[in-house]
């Protein structure tokens, strides 16, 4: 490890919690999970700003995926004597927004060119996603292990394999409802898991 380099600072469970924000991504080239917890620490900020600029939270999670992979990618370019590595994440976000709204303009005018209308999606389709996020995106999935068998089977078939509610039910030989239940439970139960981990 070169002089310049931060020295690893990690805790007892292997994270970089105690890092400063240009440590970790100083590290990340040779420690990729020490963007983790810069992706951690800064996720939410994003999502809530880039929902407020955009009014979607569908076009809000596909901009706070690019950012992060930007800043993933370019996270040797950061320099601390520019400025915090929380404005450099929000420059990017910005470049990100208006990229995205120069797409959309473009989009637009070959739309209306075309006659073509816009799809909308449905507000299953949303929650789908929002489920995936709070499951996948979350880290939510090492605490499968710690659910009953029946919410456990639930989650799986239905955010990591993407079944539809009813096949889920066929299959358990039970109401699509209790498939639901079972799913938001179990989902609850995973998200009180990591707050208490």
Not at 125 to 137: H, K, M, S, T, W
Request: proline share 3%.
């Amino acid at each position: 490890m070169s002089q310049n380099r931060p020295k690893l600072k990690e805790t007892s469970n292997g994270a970089f919690d105690r890092c400063s924000d240009p440590d970790l991504l100083a590290l990340t080239r040779d420690k990729p999970e020490a963007f983790g917890v810069f992706y951690e620490r800064h996720v939410d900020a994003i999502l809530r700003y880039l929902s407020r600029q955009t009014g979607s939270s569908g076009v809000a999670l596909d901009l706070t995926a690019e950012v992060f992979a930007a800043a993933l990618a370019g996270s040797h370019r950061y320099r601390p004597e520019r400025g915090p590595a929380r404005a450099w994440l929000f420059g990017i976000a910005n470049n990100k927004l208006a990229a995205s709204r120069r797409r959309d303009a473009l989009d637009l005018a070959a739309r209306r060119k075309l006659g073509v209308r816009l799809f909308e999606f449905s507000d299953e389709a949303l929650e789908r996603v929002e489920e995936i996020v709070d499951a996948a995106g979350s880290g939510y999935v090492d605490g499968l292990k710690d659910l009953p068998e029946s919410e456990r089977a639930a989650i799986v078939a239905r955010v990591l394999e993407e079944q539809e509610y009813a096949d889920i039910a066929a299959a358990a030989d039970v109401s699509e409802a209790a498939i639901r239940q079972r799913v938001s439970r179990g989902l609850a139960k995973l998200a009180a898991l990591r707050r208490r981990g």
